[in-house]
């Protein structure tokens, strides 16, 4: 796939274009087994990607970009390392700079999007409005090409005339990127309309870089050998494709493609194995199905609420359990691996005590938290609650939290990307230099924190249930939740190096 220089070759290939909501990690290694060469992932708009963090995914082995409301925005494998191209929606060259240098060493392109009619990226100045902003293009593109160390493409659709797109794309071409994909159609035609071949054909004689030809699905591509065939009616170099590989991503196959339903169970196989998110999963079923969706078994699909529903619609239940269970027991298996080396002994810096941890939210089950663990012994041995400080780091605006229990400091020396995390670190210095369950999957239970939510459990209902009760009723409208309470005594401190200043 590499060019002499090592990096990603747009030259004579077949490509998965970009599909908000299809082009996640199932389709892209389907596609990718099906034959095509590179695979773009979904538009991702930088400032959410932005505010990301990149996590290891050691259980799936994969590498997650989780947003702050931990949602996985982006996940993606070394299967397709080398394959695969990062899609941004984008307006501001130093967001997107600053994206892509999060991406760059897990993907092997970024791509900004410049062809989204939509007016969810045309109103943020992004997609197809870029077409008419020439010079925010330039200075996207060229920020992008002199940051990062991957090439970099873009995708536009075509402007009214052949004069204005040669010239935009002779435009484009000087910033320095690698290729340029060219959806043939303008910014106000629909999918329906047909593509034009003359002007990606232009396009194709008055630049050097390789041109990607792209909406050719509905006209001109139903089988492999078409593909070659809009390649050649449009003078491109390579061919992106969409819709068709969306309902049946076996196009790809040279050697002709699978009926729709053995694809279908491929999809659902990496679905089920990268723990795709289950809407997600239903849409690209969906969109398999086509007029399918309203049979008996689409309506089936419509009502499955998890991969395992959706698994069952599909008589693959023994699939599913399998892959559960391998997952299971790579969890269990990397849990003994990390538990003998996870603690580091705490150090003394001052009057904190500190360790290098991160707080991993898939090492603990929902709703339990460090954070609460350490709330509840307190009130166990009826010392004062934990009170947490917080500062923020200027240049990365990193978090870092100190918790004050029983006189005593603990800080992770790590930062955080949110202060959420950064408090559930120092909980949990605290928690393992005392030597107590801090609510870990697999950790032996202490039943702190299960009992008090049955606790609290039982007075909501006896509460429910009319039964009135002084003593509850006191506790309950003076003792906040365990979430209330917690960050009643936030403090934050912004610092930047060594001195910090308070914001009021
Ligand atoms: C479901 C869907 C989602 C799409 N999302 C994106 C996207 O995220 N980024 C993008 O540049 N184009 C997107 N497009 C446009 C396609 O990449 C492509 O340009 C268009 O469908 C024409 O190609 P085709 O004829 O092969 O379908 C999307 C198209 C579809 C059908």
């Given at each position: 796939?590499?060019?002499?220089?090592?990096?990603?070759?747009?030259?004579?290939?077949?490509?998965?274009?970009?599909?908000?909501?299809?082009?996640?990690?199932?389709?892209?290694?389907l596609?990718?087994?099906?034959?095509?060469?590179?695979?773009?992932c979904?538009?991702?708009?930088?400032?959410?990607?932005?505010?990301?963090?990149?996590?290891?995914?050691?259980?799936?082995?994969?590498?997650?970009?989780?947003?702050?409301?931990?949602?996985?925005?982006?996940?993606?494998?070394?299967?397709?390392?080398?394959?695969?191209?990062?899609?941004?929606?984008?307006?501001?060259?130093?967001?997107?700079?600053?994206?892509?240098?999060?991406?760059?060493?897990?993907?092997?392109?970024?791509?900004?999007?410049?062809?989204?009619?939509?007016?969810?990226?045309?109103?943020?100045?992004?997609?197809?409005?870029?077409?008419?902003?020439?010079?925010?293009?330039?200075?996207?593109?060229?920020?992008?090409?002199?940051?990062?160390?991957?090439?970099?493409?873009?995708k536009?659709?075509?402007l009214?005339?052949?004069?204005?797109?040669?010239?935009?794309?002779?435009?484009?071409?000087?910033?320095?990127?690698?290729?340029?994909?060219?959806?043939?159609?303008?910014?106000?035609?629909?999918?329906?309309?047909?593509?034009?071949?003359?002007?990606?054909?232009?396009?194709?004689?008055?630049?050097?870089?390789?041109?990607?030809?792209?909406?050719?699905?509905?006209?001109?591509?139903?089988?492999?050998?078409?593909?070659?065939?809009?390649?050649?009616?449009?003078?491109?170099?390579?061919?992106?494709?969409?819709?068709?590989?969306?309902?049946?991503?076996?196009?790809?196959?040279?050697?002709?493609?699978?009926?729709?339903?053995?694809?279908?169970?491929?999809?659902?196989?990496?679905a089920v194995?990268?723990?795709?998110?289950t809407?997600?999963?239903?849409?690209?079923?969906?969109?398999?199905?086509?007029?399918?969706?309203?049979?008996?078994?689409?309506k089936?699909?419509?009502?499955?609420?998890?991969?395992?529903?959706?698994?069952?619609?599909?008589?693959?239940?023994?699939?599913?359990?399998?892959?559960q269970?391998?997952?299971?027991?790579?969890?269990?298996?990397?849990?003994?691996?990390?538990?003998?080396?996870?603690?580091?002994?705490?150090?003394?810096?001052?009057?904190?005590?500190?360790?290098?941890?991160?707080?991993?939210?898939?090492?603990?089950?929902?709703?339990?938290?460090?954070?609460?663990?350490?709330?509840?012994w307190?009130?166990?041995?009826?010392?004062?609650?934990?009170?947490?400080?917080?500062?923020?780091?200027?240049?990365?605006?990193?978090?870092?939290?100190?918790?004050?229990?029983?006189?005593?400091?603990?800080?992770?020396?790590?930062?955080?990307?949110?202060?959420?995390?950064?408090?559930?670190?120092?909980?949990?210095?605290?928690?393992?230099?005392?030597?107590?369950?801090?609510?870990?999957?697999?950790?032996?239970?202490?039943?702190?924190?299960?009992?008090?939510?049955?606790?609290?459990?039982?007075?909501?209902?006896?509460?429910?249930?009319?039964?009135?009760?002084?003593?509850?009723?006191?506790?309950?409208?003076?003792?906040?939740?365990?979430?209330?309470?917690?960050?009643?005594?936030?403090?934050?401190?912004?610092?930047?190096?060594s001195?910090?200043?308070?914001?009021?």
């Amino acid at each position: 796939m590499a060019n002499a220089l090592g990096k990603l070759s747009f030259n004579n290939k077949i490509i998965l274009a970009p599909m908000v909501r299809v082009g996640t990690l199932p389709m892209r290694l389907l596609a990718l087994d099906y034959g095509a060469d590179i695979v773009y992932c979904e538009e991702l708009i930088d400032i959410k990607m932005a505010q990301c963090e990149r996590v290891v995914n050691d259980v799936l082995d994969t590498v997650d970009f989780i947003a702050p409301d931990e949602r996985v925005m982006f996940r993606t494998c070394s299967k397709e390392k080398d394959r695969v191209v990062f899609q941004m929606g984008t307006a501001d060259p130093d967001r997107a700079l600053a994206v892509a240098q999060l991406v760059e060493n897990d993907v092997a392109a970024i791509d900004v999007n410049m062809g989204c009619p939509k007016e969810y990226s045309t109103k943020g100045g992004m997609g197809s409005a870029l077409l008419s902003d020439p010079e925010k293009i330039e200075t996207i593109l060229t920020t992008l090409v002199r940051g990062v160390s991957k090439p970099v493409t873009c995708k536009i659709r075509i402007l009214p005339t052949l004069e204005e797109t040669v010239s935009l794309v002779k435009r484009i071409e000087k910033t320095g990127v690698a290729a340029i994909a060219v959806h043939g159609r303008m910014k106000d035609e629909r999918q329906r309309h047909p593509v034009h071949c003359d002007y990606i054909q232009a396009v194709a004689e008055n630049v050097s870089i390789p041109v990607i030809a792209n909406g050719g699905s509905q006209d001109h591509v139903k089988t492999y050998q078409d593909i070659e065939k809009f390649r050649e009616a449009s003078g491109a170099s390579s061919v992106m494709l969409a819709r068709a590989a969306m309902w049946n991503p076996s196009i790809f196959r040279s050697q002709g493609a699978l009926p729709v339903d053995e694809a279908i169970e491929e999809y659902i196989k990496y679905a089920v194995r990268y723990d795709n998110n289950t809407f997600n999963t239903k849409y690209c079923v969906c969109q398999m199905l086509k007029d399918r969706v309203e049979s008996p078994m689409g309506k089936q699909l419509h009502a499955a609420q998890t991969n395992a529903e959706i698994c069952e619609v599909f008589g693959m239940t023994d699939f599913y359990k399998k892959a559960q269970a391998d997952l299971e027991s790579r969890k269990k298996d990397l849990q003994q691996s990390s538990s003998s080396d996870l603690f580091d002994q705490p150090v003394l810096d001052g009057d904190v005590i500190t360790m290098a941890v991160k707080f991993e939210r898939r090492e603990y089950p929902p709703q339990i938290t460090p954070k609460m663990y350490l709330l509840e012994w307190s009130r166990k041995e009826k010392m004062e609650q934990p009170v947490y400080e917080t500062e923020q780091r200027v240049q990365d605006r990193a978090f870092q939290s100190t918790v004050l229990v029983a006189n005593k400091k603990y800080r992770s020396t790590l930062w955080e990307k949110s202060k959420k995390f950064a408090e559930q670190a120092a909980a949990i210095v605290c928690l393992r230099t005392l030597g107590l369950p801090e609510g870990r999957i697999g950790e032996e239970n202490s039943g702190l924190v299960n009992k008090r939510k049955r606790e609290q459990r039982s007075r909501d209902v006896s509460q429910d249930s009319g039964i009135t009760d002084s003593t509850n009723r006191k506790r309950r409208s003076t003792e906040p939740s365990q979430k209330e309470e917690q960050e009643s005594n936030d403090k934050i401190t912004v610092v930047n190096g060594s001195c910090g200043q308070t914001v009021p």
